[in-house]
């Protein structure tokens, strides 16, 4: 791998990006940790209207600690795994505000000890609400890496691990914004693989 193909491949997606839904909450670390809580096996629409009602109730960490579970399942319905995520956001709301003094935690270790909270969604918050370089590896990151030969992996987790090894940490920040717009847009395997041929930047066989 060298640095012209990682140069030639971000260059590329970057040409042809389309925004992601929940990158409109920007830098704000409670609404970008909670969203993405939220768009776990969830449709990036559903998890921003749902997000949207939530907020309207709860606009910061403080105000989602004084809402019950029960309110809470109501604003999100209908994301997927509502009534778990419910149980995570009442009980993450507690945590950052007794433990946290109400400020999102801004390293990988004290944001992956909240509930419901996995490595992907840890570091999505530090990348998009606190520009702290780290891969946020999902789906799209995990077939596209694979797709394009940087990595040979079985799951999502061990892709970071290798991502970690192989891409410019100057890379990393634009690593999910940039690949999960690409995997959206050409959402089937064919797609995705006639894209990358087109642009030359897999080798046709």
Known sequence: MTKDNFKKIFSTFDRNYVPIPLEVFGENPYKTLVSTLLSSRTKDEV??????????????????????????QKLIYPVGFYKSKARHLAKLADMVIQNHRGKI???????????????????????RAFRIPAIAVDTHVHKISNLLSWVKTKTPEKTEVELIKILPKKYWSDTNRLFVSIGRQFNTQKKLLSFLKRKKLINTP
Request: hydrophobic share 35%; charged share 30%.
């Open 105 to 127: 935690p801004n390293t990988k270790e004290e944001l992956m000890k909240l509930p419901g909270v996995g490595r992907k969604t840890a570091n999505l918050v530090l990348n």
């Open 47 to 72: 998890t921003l209207k749902s997000s949207k009602r939530l907020f309207e109730e709860a606009p910061n960490i403080n105000r989602l600690g004084k809402l019950s579970q029960t309110k809470i």
